[in-house]
Nanobody
Framework: VQLQASGGGLVQAGGSRRLSCVGSGRTFSVYTMGWFRQAPEKEREFVAAFSWNGINTYYADSVKGRFTISRDNAKDTVYLQMNSLKAEDTAVYYC????????????????WGQGTLVTVSS
């Protein structure tokens, strides 16, 4: 599956932003979908995931209560709604697809989008 992320940009602290990731090439609904991010000079880290069966979601503690992952299989799209943004949320955000059950580590994801930059100004 090919993934295309979009929606990044500049946002003020406390504001909101919604990222989208569109999949193409294979049946989208069979994949667990995840979002990761990489801040400047830091390693890429897990943000959120939505299981392939549409039942389970999982969030990193740093975004829990502020970010919401959702998916629309009819549109082959996964979203990341980000609210109450902080300067430390500044990063390149990547969507990824995993064949299988819920996954929160990079190595479990086989397909990656190109990333979209979110910059939060304080």
């Amino acid at each position: 599956v090919q993934l295309q992320a979009s929606g990044g940009g500049l946002v003020q602290a406390g504001g909101s932003r919604r990222l989208s990731c569109v999949g193409s090439g294979r049946t989208f609904s069979v994949y667990t979908m995840g979002w990761f991010r990489q801040a400047p000079e830091k390693e890429r880290e897990f943000v959120a995931a939505f299981s392939w069966n549409g039942i389970n979601t999982y969030y990193a503690d740093s975004v829990k209560g502020r970010f919401t992952i959702s998916r629309d299989n009819a549109k082959d799209t996964v979203y990341l709604q980000m609210n109450s943004l902080k300067a430390e949320d500044t990063a390149v955000y990547y969507c990824a697809a995993s064949v299988g059950s819920m996954a929160t580590t990079e190595g479990r994801y086989q397909y990656w989008g190109q990333g979209t930059l979110v910059t939060v100004s304080s």
